[in-house]
Nanobody, 111 residues
Framework: QVQFVESGGGLVQPGGSLTLSCATS???????VSWYRQAPGKQRELVAV???????TYADSVKDRFTISRDNAKNTVYLQMNNVKLEDTAVYYC??????WGQGTQVTVSS
């Protein structure tokens, strides 16, 4: 199964920015990739999707604040997080259909 290694998480203040990355050794150029997140005590939720043609879709809660992008040459997908809010605190994961969950990267928004 394809699995990503997520990175870039950390502590950020409300209103700040952070860029997450997820990389894999598999050629993902023809596969759509999704970012998910799971907050403490909550179910995992879909945050953003990018297709092989770079069409993007976002959850309403992050629309106009987050940007998903991909670099197929590096088999890497990014999530640019701007104007973060307390409720963005979660573990963030990348996944493709039928792929395996990685370890995720923790994002903590706190003042």
């Amino acid at each position: 199964q394809v699995q990503f290694v997520e990175s870039g998480g950390g502590l950020v203040q409300p209103g700040g920015s952070l860029t997450l990355s997820c990389a894999t050794s598999t050629n993902i150029a023809r596969i759509f990739v999704s970012w998910y997140r799971q907050a403490p005590g909550k179910q995992r939720e879909l945050v953003a999707v990018i297709t092989s043609g770079s069409t993007t879709t976002y959850a309403d809660s992050v629309k106009d604040r987050f940007t998903i992008s991909r670099d197929n040459a590096k088999n890497t997908v990014y999530l640019q997080m701007n104007n973060v809010k307390l409720e963005d605190t979660a573990v963030y994961y990348c996944k493709i259909p039928l792929g395996a969950w990685g370890q995720g990267t923790q994002v903590t928004v706190s003042s």
